[in-house]
């Protein structure tokens, strides 16, 4: 995915310079696809299921530190897709990559990731909502080319549920970053994308 570009962004991050999410996302695959998936559509669904959980992970890590009930809503969140995916990889009858232990991944590039996503939201709760507004800003843009690359209308759909729960958490970060006197320039979706969403309202992302 993008794993190199987001850790480009944590580093700029650290040169340049939520209202809560609210009520629990659940998030329910459709049941019993019958197709094999072709192999990018499997690989996206492993990387996704670890990438949620780098979200969840972080999110865990940072309301530990800092208290803060943002960081408390959306890393339930997180478990709610997280547990989304899951079922999804059991349906295609694929191996769930996801670890156990918080802050541990299979996937080598996330462990790298989650590592300078930590190191540089330790530096102060301004920075942590940073990294927030990042992973969400990556997320969707993840999910977007993942959409783009199935026609599995139960995957399709809960992409598309995820894509609005990432969307709640971009308006959550960004409206905490402003009431801390802080600021996020999107890096990974465009401007246009990014103003459309802080400029609309909170989603019921379960419809």
Not at 117 to 130: E, M, N, P, R
Not at 180 to 202: K, R
Request: charged residues 25%; proline residues 2%.
């Amino acid at each position: 995915m993008r794993i190199y570009h987001l850790l480009m962004a944590t580093m700029l991050l650290s040169i340049v310079g939520f209202t809560s999410c609210g009520e629990k996302e659940v998030v329910t695959p459709d049941p019993d696809p019958i197709i094999t998936l072709a192999e990018e559509e499997a690989a996206q669904l492993i990387y996704l299921r670890e990438e949620e959980k780098l979200a969840r992970d972080v999110y865990l890590y940072f309301d530990n530190k800092y208290d803060q009930q943002i960081f408390k809503n959306i890393s339930a969140s997180e478990q709610s897709h997280m547990d989304a995916i899951l079922v999804l990889l059991g349906q295609y009858e694929l191996e769930d990559p996801a670890l156990s232990e918080e802050g541990v991944f299979s996937n080598e590039d996330l462990q790298t990731l989650y590592n300078a996503l930590i190191k540089k939201g330790d530096s102060s709760l301004l920075d942590a909502l940073q990294v927030g507004a990042t992973i969400e800003d990556v997320d969707i843009l993840d999910l977007q080319h993942a959409i783009d690359k199935t026609t599995q209308a139960d995957i399709i759909s809960v992409y598309e549920k995820l894509m609005c729960g990432s969307t709640n958490h971009m308006r959550g970060f960004t409206n905490w970053l402003q009431n801390n006197g802080g600021t996020y320039t999107p890096q990974f979706i465009t401007q246009d994308e990014y103003d459309a969403i802080i400029s609309s309202e909170h989603q019921n992302c379960n419809n």
